[in-house]
């Protein structure tokens, strides 16, 4: 993806996951607005011409897969930290999931579980290969932990998945997590 279409995409995560009062636009309890008014807000706000063909484009593009147009409106797909509700119902997850983290985040994680921190949930990664991708965010060189989500789930942890591959939580208690 070029650096322009990389620059929008990070910018409309931004809005849709964070601050979308920023551009003067609401969502609703599902993280949803209008696709009409989010290109009209935004191109006033940030004066950068959008539409929804270069939103298609980003989205078509992009691996990270972090927003998702939905009839007439648009969502961030996880990674929120405005109060959302999960699209997807609960969901039985597959036997691991993985967390990328950093070496000193660790050691607090393996001690007092994945915190949701300032975000609506944890993100657990489908895949190791992903989980190192994200955990390079905070580290060169992240160690990433394995969660036993079935054992969690049948303990009553509830999971959401994203058409991502990354799947959603609460809260996740230190007995569900190994070292990888």
Same mark, same amino acid.
């Given at each position: 993806?070029?650096?322009?279409?990389?620059?929008?995409?990070?910018?409309?995560?931004?809005?849709?996951?964070?601050?979308?009062?920023?551009?003067?636009?609401?969502?609703?309890?599902?993280?949803?607005?209008?696709?009409?008014?989010?290109?009209?807000? =935004?191109?006033?706000?940030?004066?950068?011409?959008?539409?929804?063909?270069?939103?298609?484009?980003?989205?078509?593009?992009?691996?990270?897969?972090?927003?998702?147009?939905?009839?007439?409106?648009?969502?961030?797909?996880?990674?929120?930290?405005?109060?959302?509700?999960?699209?997807?119902?609960?969901?039985?997850?597959?036997? =691991?999931?993985?967390?990328?983290?950093?070496?000193?985040?660790?050691?607090?994680?393996?001690?007092?579980?994945?915190?949701?921190?300032?975000?609506?949930?944890?993100?657990?990664?489908?895949?190791?290969?992903?989980?190192?991708?994200?955990?390079?965010?905070?580290?060169?060189?992240?160690?990433?932990?394995?969660?036993?989500?079935?054992?969690?789930?049948?303990?009553?942890?509830?999971?959401?998945?994203?058409?991502?591959?990354?799947?959603?939580?609460?809260?996740?208690?230190?007995? =569900?997590?190994?070292?990888?």
């Amino acid at each position: 993806m070029d650096k322009q279409l990389v620059r929008l995409s990070k910018k409309l995560s931004f809005i849709l996951r964070h601050e979308p009062e920023r551009i003067g636009i609401t969502l609703d309890q599902f993280g949803r607005v209008d696709l009409k008014e989010l290109i009209q807000k =935004f191109n006033q706000h940030y004066q950068t011409p959008i539409d929804t063909k270069k939103i298609a484009q980003i989205s078509a593009q992009s691996n990270k897969q972090r927003f998702a147009i939905e009839g007439n409106t648009i969502r961030a797909l996880y990674g929120h930290s405005v109060p959302v509700k999960p699209l997807a119902k609960k969901s039985q997850p597959p036997m =691991f999931l993985y967390h990328g983290t950093s070496h000193l985040a660790a050691g607090l994680i393996m001690q007092d579980g994945l915190k949701k921190m300032e975000r609506s949930f944890v993100h657990l990664s489908a895949d190791f290969q992903n989980a190192q991708q994200v955990g390079q965010r905070h580290d060169p060189h992240p160690v990433i932990l394995k969660i036993k989500s079935q054992q969690a789930a049948s303990a009553g942890i509830l999971f959401y998945p994203t058409k991502s591959g990354v799947w959603l939580t609460d809260y996740l208690p230190p007995q =569900f997590i190994l070292p990888e």
